[in-house]
């Protein structure tokens, strides 16, 4: 037992910490300590310190690794002493405003007679001001792979009939009810609160109470997995920045449809994805176990370059997840069902210990850059005006802030001023880098904007172009792609038809050469960055790419001094 013991533990050791940081690294959120029994007042006030710079290292949380020494070895402690550990770490934790969750604990064989654990805390900060950690997942899948049952069941809190109850609340049009297809971008979201447990719209919580008594978010992006609404499907992928992808296979149909296409897209756009396998409740276990097989065989082949990661117990699931952020090559795999509720859990365990992507030092950079805000969703709502939908790339944006707005189709620029914010549907004063919000704009003219735009401080002085070159690969094209050919070309939140105006050093294109293409835009100039990632389409002409070279417009050229001057736009 005791032999069975050390080798289970080595294993998940092996599998928690196989990462550059072995040791006891200075940055990342993961403290390894040997054991806290009763420390001195000094020494507490050390280790609260130091719990303080884990959790603002890992934006609000952190883990403990107990009965594990500095250099990564497993000694273990008696009960005695883990209990008198777990107590101080809990003593640390009130003194900084956090709370503390055993994840998992396992016994070591360290040539004693008294049985030695290991134990693993997840510590998480209830945050300051109500800045909760926000993690957005883009959700994939081909049409009918129950992605918005899936997402019904985690955001209600209740099972669905098997008869699609469950995602009657997410549908956004009539047609989409009538149908069962999804074919807009629809947002939802499922709050961890700071012990780890699941907050959602179940006892009838409304939005804001959940954002209140949540200390981190995950905002489903729900996408469309019909061919027909695929470049809704890219500009969910493309222009809400996801920091993750959930990709949604049916049992029982296994890669089907657009499956392979939406595998690809998260694979080219580099979004970190993991993969559900639902409805294991209609079909047998050899049926599962073909899916996951066939799944295994596509992740592992030369092109994915994948390393698939079943999981099957809780124990699986907090591995996944912490092995998942270090190493982009994994790619966990559940099986669930939305009807049974079977390993519907994992997820849940799963996406509660899943740690952000950018550390905080990322963020302070980002927020210390000019103001930069991404136009994605325009709307008007009775008595507050026009709203601006997206995700604020770079800086810091405030309430009452002046910014301006463009590029509009003559390449201007216009004056706004923030009226208020709102997050996940509660309101909020400061917006911070990487976060996704609704700006309200108040009497501005909604005409005068379109998705693409950009909001950004005035003193950017931001650069536009209509004329851009692009390094590409073409990913399939029946015959061969030359000067003249007209594409839509996806950039962040940029969508517009272009046409090839040159091939440099070519005079045409087969499928899977590379490329450097300069591309026109046919209507208006856009905004774009050198080193944007670069999607283009045209029927099944699809190709990949990112921004090497811009023809910019200067600011005389596009009018920014003027569309400033006053009687421009009255506030």
């Not at 130091?50 to 959790?55: A, H, I, N, S, Y």
């Not at 016994?107 to 049985?115: A, H, I, K, L, R």
Request: net charge neutral.
């Amino acid at each position: 037992m005791a032999g069975e013991a050390v080798t289970n533990t080595s294993a998940w050791v092996a599998g928690a910490y196989r990462s550059p940081c072995w040791h006891n690294a200075e940055d990342g959120n993961i403290e390894y300590k040997l054991k806290l029994v009763n420390p001195s007042q000094y020494r507490f006030e050390h280790l609260v310190t130091q719990m303080k710079w884990r959790l603002q290292e890992g934006r609000g949380e952190a883990v403990y690794q107990i009965g594990v020494e500095d250099n990564g070895l497993l000694v273990g402690l008696s009960e005695e002493e883990m209990r008198a550990s777990l107590k101080t770490l809990r003593r640390m934790a009130e003194k900084v405003g956090a709370d503390i969750t055993v994840l998992r604990e396992r016994e070591v064989d360290y040539d004693s007679d008294v049985p030695r654990k290991i134990t693993e805390v997840l510590v998480r900060k209830v945050p300051d001001n109500q800045q909760f950690l926000d993690l957005r997942v883009a959700v994939l899948g081909n049409v009918d792979s129950g992605k918005s049952t899936l997402l019904g069941v985690l955001t209600q809190g209740e099972l669905d009939n098997g008869r699609g109850r469950a995602r009657l609340n997410l549908f956004r049009h009539l047609h989409e009810i009538q149908s069962g297809r999804t074919s807009s971008i629809s947002f939802e979201i499922l709050g961890f609160n700071s012990k780890g447990e699941v907050v959602n719209y179940s006892d009838s919580r409304t939005a804001e109470e959940i954002c209140e008594s949540s200390s981190k978010m995950i905002t489903f992006i729900d996408l469309a997995g019909h061919h027909k609404y695929l470049k809704t499907t890219i500009f969910g992928l493309t222009s809400y920045c996801p920091d993750f992808a959930m990709l949604v296979v049916s049992a029982n149909t296994g890669i089907a449809g657009t499956t392979r296409e939406h595998l690809g897209l998260a694979m080219a756009l580099k979004v970190p994805f993991f993969i559900v396998i639902s409805k294991v409740d209609l079909c047998s276990k050899a049926t599962v176990e073909r899916t996951v097989k066939q799944l295994e065989r596509i992740l592992k082949q030369p092109g994915c370059n994948k390393l698939p990661l079943l999981v099957n117990s809780d124990d699986d699931a907090v591995t996944a997840a912490q092995q998942f952020a270090q190493s982009p090559n994994i790619t966990p795999i559940f099986t669930l069902s939305s009807v049974s509720g079977e390993n519907l859990d994992l997820l849940k365990v799963f996406l509660n210990i899943l740690p952000p992507l950018t550390n905080s030092k990322e963020q302070e950079e980002l927020m210390q850059q000019l103001t930069e805000f991404q136009v994605d969703e325009i709307y008007t709502v009775p008595e507050v005006g026009t709203v601006v939908g997206g995700t604020l790339s770079s800086g810091i944006c405030r309430e009452g802030e002046n910014l301006v707005v463009g590029p509009t189709d003559d390449g201007k620029f216009l004056r706004l001023k923030v009226c208020s914010i709102q997050r996940n549907r509660s309101a909020c004063r400061v917006l911070r880098a990487g976060q996704a919000a609704t700006l309200a704009l108040g009497p501005f003219d909604r005409s005068l904007l379109r998705k693409g735009m950009v909001m950004v401080s005035p003193e950017m002085n931001p650069t536009i172009c209509s004329v851009f070159e692009a390094e590409i690969v073409l990913l399939f094209h029946a015959t061969t792609f030359r000067k003249g050919f007209q594409v839509t070309v996806h950039v962040g939140n940029v969508r517009q038809t272009a046409i090839v105006e040159k091939i440099h050093g070519k005079d045409k294109l087969r499928t899977g050469e590379k490329a450097v293409v300069r591309f026109r835009f046919i209507k208006h100039p856009e905004y774009l960055k050198i080193g944007a990632k670069l999607l283009f389409r045209e029927g099944v002409t699809k190709g990949i790419g990112h921004v090497t070279d811009l023809q910019a417009i200067t600011t005389k050229e596009n009018g920014l001094e003027e569309s400033l001057g006053p009687g421009q736009l009255s506030f």
